[in-house]
């Protein structure tokens, strides 16, 4: 693990393995996530890895009714909305993510604040697995 | 410590010009380009000889993907005659022609040339609107696409932070959409030329011919909140908080201050500019403001030595209604938290203190990305020389006007000011 | 007539980094220009506060074709701790980055700003060949894609008439794959570090192990005539008159030339800054020569106040063969149909009279095409501080170089001089 | 025909039509092929269509052996290579073409010189024709 570098390639490898990898700046102590190569408080580039517990609350979100393509093969539309957010962890950092479990048909009811929990979804595309980072209340 | 930011040798613009934003079926990037500046010539009141144009900077966004094209700058300057002059394409998502400008305006400044055209143009009415979405995610920061954002999603989110932060609702918005509809139908220029309640009147005309239901609709907000009328894109983020799929160009012709006067006897000095950068939602320390914007803004005040309070008016980049909002607190012209009561007070009408966007905004003046940085400032210079005609804002002592410009979600926004001496 | 120009305020390069020039998997863009800016931290001699920095300005041609990602000034920005500093990206194609350069020496010498990172990025190799044809060919003029012209075809093209009308022939342009080929393993940043005897060798040792006949080559001309060993891709451009797919990254710190001497004691000064649009094939006077090229040799001449035989060496845009042909003559190393004799008599070699291209040239040092013009300044440097090894000109009075960068079929193009004083 | 735009769309249309059309300009006679909306010589918008009669020779060519998906689509290849160039008219205007019916696979055989003559190759894409310039021999 210390050996990866501290990029998305590695951040990505990490999910693929069920590990929310950030790291810290040994030099500050800032952490990032996703990692990032440089502190951009001190501009120190000796970093540590750090996992995430998972724990987290919604900063912001949407529910979106007029997906990309992709999200429409996935069957989401004006009838079954998805929502993304913008998660703050306990840790301090935020991240983008799918958010699930919610009502998005009612998006009046989903609340800044929420606790949610991160999960891993992973998906094979052609001889690659490819995991992206999701959470739920 | 940084120094404060100064010109070495002034910039004036001293022309102007624009397509009407619109949906071209029949004409390319070239030939609105081409009309934009045809339209520029006649604005220079001593005339120009476009062999006397030293350099091209042309902002543009899209065409790679949209129209299987890149490298504009040498296209452009070939259709109007000017290569071989140098052409520079600049690319900044929806801040691209706005980018345009600031080089050509540090051009000038440099001493390395003394008459500069910048522009910008996008064609984007020929894709679908998923592929639209599609082209325009391109800006979107690293990892916002892959979990599924789309530009209205960002502003959908943003919207909800602040609503949280600051006790505003969807009820806020509207007023910004209220107040861009009503600005519109003054602009000859404008994409949408109806006001919301012309709008209503319309839909409850076509129910009747259609012997349908008449549409119950009390005032401007309840058609607003009305889900079949105003249906949501990216909650809360509905049909009428975003911007159209538009196609136009913009340019305008920069010369040195010092042979300003040879080109026309009324030129707009650039007294302020600024520019910022920003980091992407998940890295951003707030989500009720954008630092790509108060960078601009403190670069663009800097060197005019102006405070808020001097801008007399505005056009903000309102690409959703929620960033009309954030970004006018940015800029300084209310305190965070404090826009949308602004809003709702009238005070940023075309009657108001601080008119904003009297020319529609990109909500109903359109939004061809790469051409809207430009064609902003075109609004300043009909504002500040007393040409809007029925839009023009009643203040007889109108001097100093701002254009904010922002590209993907908060990555670039600049701040420009000029002023009528 | 235009005046004579000139920078308001000078400007110097302080330091400069880039990655090899390779074929990277496991990195990305970001991960690339990280390992550049890093690279150029360290060649600052007196040091670099990153806090410091006030703009970077960002080349780059693909990434929203081939990695669905625009929009690249901010993310640089980010990755580097910059922001909220303005960033901007230019597109000119495979000058991306020549342009990026000339903007921040515009942005210093206007006055704004004191210290700029300039730079560029291309991430090619993740596509397939096919993808990348067709992604480059977004630079083509309008007309050319549309037929079927490739870039390789254009420069084939492009050679057949420069062989109608001086007599030149495929003969000619092996001469400087070979040249470009002697110069690339003496440069530990090159994409491919073999001579074309190196090669031979290394295909006759292989048929050996294989148990195959064993080539006959008689020499490295004799190889280049093979089609099997060097097949046609446009004829008369074949493999090895192309240059490779390449991923890299490209940087460089411009300071006021008031301040340079608090960065090093030996800062080089741009003395001269070109460039030039072009119209593509169909609307070329003249098909042997770039109108691109020779304006902006034009303004560099100007600014500097030099002349051609005071270049005492150059990186020349070889993006095909033919290309370094027609560009040194376009910039007035040699007489238009005389520099394909000056490279067979050796005139250009790294121990002749006018070296071009000693760090392996695109050929060989690879051409990751929105990285390219800012490491050709990179070379620049090496040779003009007397940093570059085993290839070191040999010329103890090393003073003045100069880099040529070409985007698309002549669309755009610059011209860079460098001065140690 | 006077009332169309001088733009790439009306030239399409033109070739649609089998026309092959560029514009003079009226105040210097500068002759433009595709049309162009202003005169480069005059800066003149003042235009008039003017019908090329086809007749040209070769001034620049390659033939391709690897070339774009859409050419390999048409079945070119490394043992089927094509030709394109550039042509000048002897109105002397130059315009970039595919070529038909050279030796293809022996491009030394090829000279720039060669007379050429135009035609229109025809292709139905979805419900629109779309018409390419062609030349030869
Ligand atoms: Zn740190
Ligand atoms: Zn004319």
């Known amino acids: 693990m210390e050996n990866r570098a501290f990029s998305d390639v590695s951040y990505k490898q990490f999910l693929n393995e069920d590990k929310l990898m950030g790291c810290k700046c040994k030099g500050c102590g800032a952490l990032y996530l996703p990692p990032r190569p440089i502190c951009i408080e001190c501009y120190s580039s000796d970093m540590e890895w750090v996992e995430m517990k998972g724990k987290g609350k919604l900063a912001a979100f949407t529910a979106i009714y007029v997906g990309p393509p992709s999200m429409v093969a996935e069957g989401f539309n004006r009838k079954n909305p998805y929502c993304v957010g913008v998660v703050e962890f306990e840790e301090g950092v935020k991240i983008d993510a799918r958010i ?31 995991t992206f980072l999701a959470f739920e209340a | 410590m940084k120094r404060r930011r100064k010109l070495g040798r002034g910039v004036a613009v001293v022309g102007v010009g624009m397509t009407p934003f619109n949906v071209y079926k029949d004409k390319d990037s070239k030939d609105l380009f081409v009309e934009a500046f045809k339209e520029m010539l006649v604005s220079v009141d001593k005339g120009v000889d476009p062999k006397d144009i030293d350099a091209l900077y042309l902002g543009n966004f899209t065409s790679d993907f949209f129209v299987h094209q890149g490298h504009w700058g040498p296209i452009i300057s070939d259709i109007l005659g000017l290569s071989p002059i140098p052409a520079t394409r600049t690319e900044g998502a929806c801040a691209s022609s706005a980018l345009a400008f600031r080089e050509g305006v540090f051009a000038v400044a440099s001493g390395f040339y003394d008459i500069v055209l910048v522009g910008g143009v996008e064609e984007m009415s020929k894709r679908t609107t998923e592929e639209v979405a599609e ?238 940085g430009v064609a902003q400032l075109e609004e300043l210079w009909e504002q500040l020389r007393g040409k809007a005609g029925k839009r023009q804002i009643p203040n007889k002592n109108l001097r100093i006007g701002g254009a904010h410009n922002l590209g993907g979600t908060g990555g670039t926004c600049t701040f420009t000011i000029l002023e009528r001496r």
Not at chain 2, 263 to 279: A, C, H, I, R
Not at chain 2, 294 to 321: T, W
């Open chain 2, 135 to 372: 082209g325009l995610g391109l800006a979107l920061a690293p990892y916002e696409m892959q979990v599924g954002f789309t530009f209205p999603a960002v502003f959908g989110a943003l919207a909800t932070a602040y609503f949280a932060k600051y006790g505003a609702s969807r009820e806020h918005l509207m007023n910004v959409t209220i107040k861009s509809h009503n600005n519109a139908p003054l602009n000859p220029r404008a994409q949408f030329k109806l006001t919301i309640a012309d709008l209503m009147n319309q839909k409850r005309e076509n129910a009747k011919k259609k012997g349908e239901p008449l549409p119950t609709w009390k005032d401007e907000k309840d058609f607003l909140r009305d889900p079949k009328a105003n249906p949501p894109v990216a909650w809360p983020m509905n049909l009428y908080d975003c911007c159209p799929i538009s196609d136009g160009a913009s340019c305008a012709l920069l010369v040195a201050e010092d042979i300003a006067r040879d080109f026309t006897d009324d030129p707009l000095y650039v007294v302020g500019l600024g520019q910022g950068s920003g980091k992407g939602l998940h890295a951003a320390k707030d989500l009720t403001c954008f630092e790509a914007t108060r960078n601009a803004a403190q670069e663009a005040y800097g060197m005019s030595g102006l405070k808020p309070e001097d801008i007399q008016f505005a056009e903000v980049h309102d690409c959703f209604s929620i960033a009309e909002i954030i970004h006018m607190e940015d800029l300084g012209f209310f305190k965070p938290g404090e826009a949308y009561k602004a809003v709702e007070n009238g005070l940023t009408r075309l009657d108001g203190p601080i008119p904003i966007n009297t020319s529609g905004g990109l909500k109903c003046k359109g939004h061809p990305v790469g051409a809207t």
């Open chain 1, 100 to 130: 699930e479990g919610l009502d998005t048909k009612n998006p009046e009811t989903i609340k800044v604040g929420m606790p949610l929990t991160a999960k891993f979804l992973h998906r094979t595309e052609g001889e690659n697995m490819k």
